[in-house]
């Protein structure tokens, strides 16, 4: 009965997911920016690159220049100059000479990169007005700029400025969008088809594609034409040019295609040499374009878990490659396709992979909690049977859990929630046949020589079963078991949430190790994911959260100990979960975790990370199980599915990214600051003058630096010097970009300030500026000859008084010097409380948290002082944003930060943690009394009324707890109490989230 249950359920899922293909295609991970990162608006029109590097991008409040960390934006402002006529702008396109054309709403602007002046340039229609929508900018390779409006196209000279209405002999022509064909002619997209103008004569000699709505057009190099419409999809064009004339072939390119949307927004070319279309219904790639019109949909569920897939307006690919996309809906996102060297198996059904594994003839199965797919040469998945769910009223609750090759009986080895499960003939998968241990939940299984097999569940402690008569040889009561290894001399390493356990196979005798702080050579966390062997003698071991250890242990002396020394300390790997390790060809180690593939040399000293900009599963490779195919392709299962990947294909760039000064501050005595920033110079780079000088009242010098880094700037590490004062260099990261230093003596310094490439290559030559300290005017030459003047003919006439204004003098001076050392550590005192102060709230900010929870963490290290952090969230926080404005959520948080101040204790530490969420710490309190002063807290905020320009404001709030006493770090204590933050979230928010161990407290 139920072999003829699950043959049904095999031929139903055939019908349903007969192929499920893999991507040729390797699609990059998104990164996005909007909003809640200081994007001004999230329905970008246009982005555009300048030529120091940096992204600009239009909206409908003005342009925002973007360094991979901060906007800076310009909108329209009562000010002439200081921003552009409207702040609905459409377009941006860059000039030779680094200016900056801005389109919108109501008209023409030009920033101009010698004065930092916003320019309005007149376009004057046929009825003399000036007043109209520019759609599109472009200039081409002779210097003349052509301004699309819904008025006609005007054509204009760069360096002069001024602009003529093009028009023909009955009307002028409204345009959508443009783009130069050749030298000759351009092509000009309209309501009503795409017009072939020469650009000598200006006259129209041809149109095609009549009668549709030209949305983009983009030139290839071979002068050929990809046009997008708005409502007739994509159009590829062949230019044929003989002489004085010009001819097309067009051809369509639609649904049959792979193309599922209709209107084609914008089009760009990547420097690989791929179509990437932006449409309402997200991005869609031609790979092949000379080869295959066949179009990839970029399906963003992948990387994203579920959202919903943006509504592209416009592409652009940045000078080393990168894709940049902005939406109508979600800001923008940047794409590294040049980065993607780890590729996917997609299963349309099921993204989560629970196992793989191989068989003896080559064959490569994979599965997840539904069903059991089968790999083919091509990394192409069949899915053989679905193990759970809901077809034609036939239900099961069963689940599958792992599986296993036995390669001396070719049988497939299938653990579920409900049992164990086998598969006789690998050849025909509809033959399951349950085998026993019915109801006991498995997690691993392991064949052993001849007919046993070793079997771990989730409550029920380790099985030794026999396969021949389906009875159980042994059971062992352990914790939940993750997998069993098999060692010489019949020794069985079992990988358990309570310590490792070695199992003698003869004797059936256990020994635990666990984690003891007390002891060096300890394992290093009780929750043990993986174990593999390094040599004869030492083994890597693998932990939940806290990284990958080595363990040494000679199996040729079973009854001794073994010893763990903890591995790449100074890595992140240290704090990561791992999921497995694989050698390659080369002797290179591929270590998968919980957020990332590690590569470590064959002796451990070099290792390198990737993530998901380089294609990695985003929630990374939390289960330990791999297949090494017979090509050397490596296979990862995670919850993303399948990553494959050749080890030599894995290369890291040497590319280094452009070092800028973003801003510069320099403090004086009289305590005034002036500060040089984007605002300043929004086309200008700020080290771009040969020196900056400092006078004698300057008391302190602070410059914040970027990395022109857009696929990943939280990768980049950077250094700093100042020759002349110290010539060590400082080290720093992407979230602390600044130096400070004060009362540098008088003299010539150079201060050098180097990054990383997202891979960690350092570029110590990224960026030099020299400094000039001038010396006080009693410390100039001058003045040090006539004071020594004075000296001699004073001291012949009157030697006394001379002692009497030398000792007056010194005392002055020390006078100074005092004043000085106290003004300074005033304003050092000033700049501390302001690096920890939250500027909004005026509660502390997250690194002023930090250093306090320093202390309470010590306290509880050295005298057992517990304490339980609080995190708090603002709910449904966007919306205020979004319908009420920024200013309505400011005051929303400062109210807020307000009423939880008024709800706690003196000794409690509130701060803002970042947006609207708060964090507590709560010393001397556990869980269940964390949980009920956060419970006082929300009751607080539901009684809160806002008023906001005489409207109230209701809020709710909601949180999660966690006690230091859980956990070995503060920050493992914080992540509890977010993710119960979450639970609460999902919970339906205004509440604090209990946990089962709270609510039995």
Same mark, same amino acid.
């Given at each position: 009965?139920?072999?003829?249950?699950?043959?049904?359920?095999?031929?139903?899922?055939?019908?349903?997911?007969?192929?499920?293909?893999?991507?040729?295609?390797?699609?990059?991970?998104?990164?996005?920016?909007?909003?809640?990162?200081?994007?001004?608006?999230?329905?970008?029109?246009?982005?555009?690159?300048?030529?120091?590097?940096?992204?600009?991008?239009? *909206?409908?409040?003005?342009?925002?220049?973007?360094?991979?960390?901060?906007?800076?934006?310009?909108?329209?402002?009562?000010?002439?100059?200081?921003?552009?006529?409207?702040? =609905?702008?459409?377009?941006?396109?860059?000039?030779?000479?680094?200016?900056?054309?801005?389109?919108?709403?109501?008209?023409?602007?030009?920033?101009?990169?010698? *004065?930092?002046?916003?320019?309005?340039?007149?376009?004057?229609?046929?009825?003399?007005?000036?007043?109209?929508?520019?759609?599109?900018?472009?200039?081409?390779?002779?210097?003349?700029?052509?301004?699309?409006?819904?008025? @006609?196209?005007?054509?204009?000279?760069?360096?002069?400025?001024?602009?003529?209405?093009?028009?023909?002999?009955?009307?002028?022509?409204?345009?959508?969008?443009?783009?130069?064909?050749?030298?000759?002619?351009?092509?000009?997209?309209?309501?009503?088809?795409?017009?072939?103008?020469?650009?000598?004569?200006?006259?129209?000699?041809?149109?095609?594609?009549?009668?549709?709505?030209?949305?983009?057009?983009?030139?290839?190099?071979?002068?050929?034409?990809?046009?997008?419409?708005?409502?007739?999809?994509?159009?590829?064009?062949?230019? $044929?040019?003989?002489?004085?004339?010009?001819?097309?072939?067009?051809?369509?390119?639609?649904?049959?295609?792979?193309?599922?949307?209709?209107?084609?927004?914008?089009?760009?070319?990547?420097?690989? @040499?791929?179509?990437?279309?932006?449409?309402?219904?997200?991005?869609?790639?031609?790979?092949?374009?000379?080869?295959?019109?066949?179009?990839?949909?970029?399906?963003?569920?992948?990387?994203?878990?579920?959202?919903?897939?943006?509504?592209?307006?416009?592409?652009?690919?940045?000078?080393?490659?990168?894709?940049?996309?902005?939406?109508?809906?979600?800001?923008?996102?940047?794409?590294?396709?040049?980065?993607?060297?780890?590729?996917?198996?997609?299963?349309?059904?099921?993204?989560?992979?629970?196992?793989?594994?191989?068989?003896?003839?080559?064959?490569?199965?994979?599965?997840?909690?539904?069903?059991?797919?089968?790999?083919?040469?091509?990394?192409?998945?069949?899915?053989? =049977?679905?193990?759970?769910?809901?077809?034609?009223?036939?239900?099961?609750?069963?689940?599958?859990?792992?599986?296993?090759?036995?390669?001396?009986?070719? /049988?497939?080895?299938?653990?579920?929630?409900?049992?164990?499960?086998?598969?006789?003939?690998?050849?025909?998968?509809?033959?399951?046949?349950?085998?026993?241990?019915?109801?006991?939940?498995?997690?691993?299984?392991?064949?052993?020589?001849?007919?046993?097999?070793?079997?771990?569940?989730?409550?029920?402690?380790?099985?030794?079963?026999?396969?021949?008569?389906?009875?159980?040889?042994?059971?062992?009561?352990?914790?939940?078991?993750?997998?069993?290894?098999?060692?010489?001399?019949?020794?069985?390493?079992?990988?358990?949430?309570?310590?490792?356990?070695?199992?003698?196979?003869?004797?059936?005798?256990?020994?635990?190790?666990?984690?003891?702080?007390?002891?060096?050579?300890?394992?290093?966390?009780?929750?043990?994911?993986?174990?593999?062997?390094?040599?004869?003698?030492?083994?890597?071991?693998?932990?939940?959260?806290?990284?990958?250890?080595?363990?040494?242990?000679?199996?040729?002396?079973?009854?001794?100990?073994?010893?763990?020394?903890?591995?790449?300390?100074?890595?992140?790997?240290?704090?990561?979960?791992?999921?497995?390790?694989?050698?390659?060809?080369?002797?290179?180690?591929?270590?998968?975790?919980?957020?990332?593939?590690?590569?470590?040399?064959?002796?451990? !000293?070099?290792?390198?990370?990737?993530?998901?900009?380089?294609?990695?599963?985003?929630?990374?490779?939390?289960?330990?199980?791999?297949?090494?195919?017979?090509?050397? =392709?490596?296979?990862?299962? @995670?919850?993303?599915?399948?990553?494959?990947?050749?080890?030599?294909?894995?290369?890291?760039?040497?590319?280094?990214?452009?070092?800028?000064?973003?801003?510069?501050?320099?403090?004086?005595? @009289?305590?005034?600051?002036?500060?040089?920033?984007?605002?300043?110079?929004?086309?200008?780079?700020?080290?771009?003058?040969?020196?900056?000088?400092?006078?004698?009242?300057?008391?302190? =010098?602070?410059?914040?630096?970027?990395?022109?880094?857009?696929?990943?700037?939280?990768?980049?590490?950077?250094?700093?010097?100042?020759?002349?004062?110290?010539?060590?260099?400082?080290?720093?990261?992407?979230?602390?970009?600044?130096?400070?230093? *004060?009362?540098?003596?008088?003299?010539?310094?150079?201060?050098?300030?180097?990054?990383?490439?997202?891979?960690?290559?350092?570029?110590?030559?990224?960026?030099?500026?020299? /400094?000039?300290?001038?010396?006080?005017?009693?410390?100039?030459?001058?003045?040090?000859?006539?004071?020594?003047?004075?000296?001699?003919?004073?001291?012949?006439?009157?030697?006394?008084?001379?002692?009497?204004?030398?000792?007056?003098?010194?005392?002055?001076?020390?006078?100074?010097?005092?004043?000085?050392?106290?003004?300074?550590?005033?304003?050092?005192?000033?700049?501390?409380?302001?690096?920890?102060?939250?500027?909004?709230?005026?509660?502390?900010?997250?690194?002023?948290?930090? !250093?306090?929870?320093?202390?309470?963490?010590?306290?509880?290290?050295?005298?057992?002082?517990?304490?339980?952090?609080?995190?708090?969230?603002?709910?449904?926080?966007?919306?205020?944003?979004?319908?009420?404005?920024?200013?309505?959520?400011?005051?929303?948080?400062?109210?807020?930060?307000?009423?939880?101040?008024?709800?706690?204790?003196?000794?409690?530490?509130?701060?803002?943690?970042?947006?609207?969420?708060?964090?507590?710490?709560?010393?001397?309190?556990?869980?269940?009394?964390?949980?009920?002063?956060?419970?006082?807290?929300?009751?607080?905020?539901?009684?809160?009324?806002?008023?906001?320009?005489?409207?109230?404001?209701?809020?709710?709030?909601?949180?999660?707890?966690?006690?230091?006493?859980?956990?070995?770090?503060?920050?493992?204590?914080?992540?509890?109490?977010?993710?119960? $933050?979450?639970?609460?979230?999902?919970?339906?928010?205004?509440?604090?989230?209990?946990?089962?161990?709270?609510?039995?407290?």
């Amino acid at each position: 009965m139920i072999k003829n249950i699950f043959a049904l359920i095999f031929l139903l899922g055939c019908l349903v997911y007969s192929h499920l293909a893999l991507s040729k295609f390797s699609l990059p991970n998104p990164r996005y920016y909007s909003t809640e990162h200081g994007l001004s608006q999230i329905a970008v029109y246009d982005i555009q690159q300048d030529s120091n590097g940096y992204i600009w991008v239009s *909206t409908q409040l003005g342009i925002d220049r973007f360094d991979g960390y901060n906007f800076v934006n310009f909108k329209q402002t009562p000010i002439e100059g200081e921003g552009p006529s409207s702040s =609905f702008v459409y377009d941006i396109e860059i000039a030779p000479n680094g200016g900056l054309y801005i389109g919108s709403m109501n008209g023409l602007d030009y920033l101009n990169p010698e *004065t930092s002046v916003f320019e309005p340039l007149l376009l004057t229609n046929a009825d003399g007005t000036t007043r109209q929508t520019v759609n599109e900018i472009h200039i081409d390779n002779k210097g003349i700029i052509w301004a699309c409006t819904d008025k @006609g196209l005007f054509v204009g000279q760069v360096e002069r400025r001024e602009f003529t209405l093009f028009t023909t002999s009955d009307s002028s022509i409204p345009c959508q969008s443009l783009s130069s064909i050749d030298n000759q002619y351009m092509a000009i997209g309209t309501q009503n088809g795409l017009s072939i103008l020469n650009k000598e004569s200006l006259k129209i000699v041809k149109t095609i594609l009549e009668g549709n709505r030209i949305s983009s057009i983009k030139t290839e190099s071979n002068e050929g034409l990809w046009v997008g419409t708005n409502g007739s999809g994509l159009y590829k064009i062949k230019v $044929l040019s003989e002489s004085n004339t010009i001819d097309f072939g067009v051809s369509k390119i639609g649904i049959d295609s792979g193309l599922a949307d209709s209107i084609i927004n914008d089009i760009e070319i990547s420097n690989m @040499g791929e179509i990437w279309l932006g449409t309402p219904s997200g991005i869609f790639i031609i790979p092949e374009p000379m080869e295959s019109n066949q179009a990839i949909f970029f399906d963003e569920r992948i990387h994203n878990q579920g959202t919903n897939n943006p509504h592209a307006v416009v592409l652009h690919m940045l000078l080393d490659g990168t894709i940049i996309f902005g939406t109508r809906n979600k800001g923008f996102a940047i794409v590294d396709p040049r980065t993607t060297m780890f590729s996917r198996v997609l299963f349309k059904s099921e993204k989560s992979v629970i196992s793989v594994t191989k068989g003896r003839q080559g064959q490569t199965w994979t599965s997840s909690e539904k069903g059991l797919w089968l790999l083919n040469d091509a990394l192409e998945a069949q899915q053989l =049977f679905l193990f759970a769910g809901d077809y034609d009223g036939l239900q099961t609750t069963n689940k599958l859990t792992n599986i296993a090759y036995d390669y001396n009986s070719d /049988i497939l080895w299938l653990g579920t929630r409900l049992g164990l499960y086998r598969l006789d003939d690998v050849n025909n998968p509809a033959e399951i046949v349950p085998v026993g241990l019915t109801n006991i939940s498995l997690y691993s299984v392991r064949p052993d020589d001849g007919d046993k097999l070793w079997l771990g569940s989730y409550n029920n402690g380790l099985f030794l079963f026999d396969a021949k008569s389906n009875e159980v040889i042994h059971h062992w009561d352990l914790p939940f078991v993750i997998d069993i290894v098999h060692d010489e001399n019949n020794i069985h390493w079992v990988l358990t949430t309570g310590g490792l356990v070695k199992l003698d196979g003869k004797t059936y005798e256990t020994q635990t190790y666990v984690s003891s702080p007390a002891e060096p050579n300890a394992l290093p966390y009780n929750v043990v994911t993986w174990l593999s062997k390094y040599d004869e003698t030492q083994y890597f071991i693998g932990t939940q959260g806290n990284g990958l250890a080595m363990m040494s242990f000679d199996s040729s002396t079973p009854n001794q100990d073994p010893k763990f020394s903890p591995l790449f300390e100074d890595t992140p790997l240290s704090k990561n979960s791992i999921g497995s390790v694989v050698k390659d060809e080369k002797g290179n180690y591929w270590i998968s975790t919980d957020s990332s593939i590690a590569r470590v040399d064959s002796k451990l !000293e070099k290792i390198d990370f990737f993530d998901d900009s380089d294609g990695v599963n985003r929630s990374g490779y939390f289960v330990g199980s791999f297949a090494k195919l017979d090509n050397d =392709f490596i296979l990862f299962s @995670g919850a993303e599915g399948l990553t494959y990947f050749h080890p030599d294909d894995i290369q890291t760039s040497t590319t280094q990214p452009l070092v800028k000064l973003s801003e510069i501050s320099i403090l004086d005595k @009289g305590e005034d600051e002036k500060i040089l920033n984007a605002h300043d110079l929004p086309l200008g780079d700020l080290h771009a003058t040969e020196e900056i000088i400092l006078s004698a009242d300057n008391l302190m =010098f602070s410059a914040e630096f970027v990395a022109l880094e857009y696929g990943n700037p939280k990768d980049i590490q950077y250094a700093y010097r100042l020759l002349g004062y110290d010539d060590r260099w400082r080290y720093t990261n992407a979230f602390e970009r600044s130096l400070t230093y *004060t009362n540098l003596n008088p003299g010539n310094y150079q201060l050098e300030v180097a990054s990383t490439n997202r891979y960690g290559n350092w570029d110590y030559n990224a960026l030099t500026l020299k /400094i000039k300290v001038l010396a006080p005017w009693y410390q100039t030459n001058i003045a040090r000859f006539l004071f020594i003047c004075l000296l001699i003919a004073t001291a012949v006439l009157v030697f006394k008084w001379r002692m009497y204004a030398v000792t007056q003098q010194a005392n002055k001076l020390r006078y100074l010097v005092d004043k000085k050392t106290k003004d300074l550590e005033v304003a050092n005192e000033q700049l501390t409380l302001l690096s920890n102060q939250d500027s909004l709230t005026q509660i502390l900010n997250r690194r002023g948290f930090f !250093e306090l929870s320093k202390q309470e963490m010590s306290k509880f290290t050295r005298h057992k002082l517990y304490f339980s952090i609080v995190m708090l969230d603002i709910d449904h926080f966007k919306s205020i944003n979004d319908n009420r404005g920024h200013s309505a959520g400011d005051l929303v948080i400062q109210k807020v930060a307000s009423c939880i101040r008024t709800k706690i204790r003196k000794h409690d530490i509130l701060a803002r943690w970042g947006g609207e969420e708060f964090i507590l710490l709560l010393p001397k309190t556990d869980e269940l009394g964390a949980i009920m002063a956060a419970e006082k807290i929300c009751e607080c905020i539901r009684e809160l009324v806002v008023q906001f320009e005489g409207e109230p404001i209701k809020v709710t709030i909601s949180g999660g707890a966690a006690c230091i006493n859980d956990f070995e770090t503060i920050e493992r204590c914080i992540q509890k109490a977010d993710e119960n $933050l979450y639970q609460a979230k999902q919970s339906g928010r205004d509440r604090i989230f209990q946990s089962k161990k709270s609510q039995s407290l």
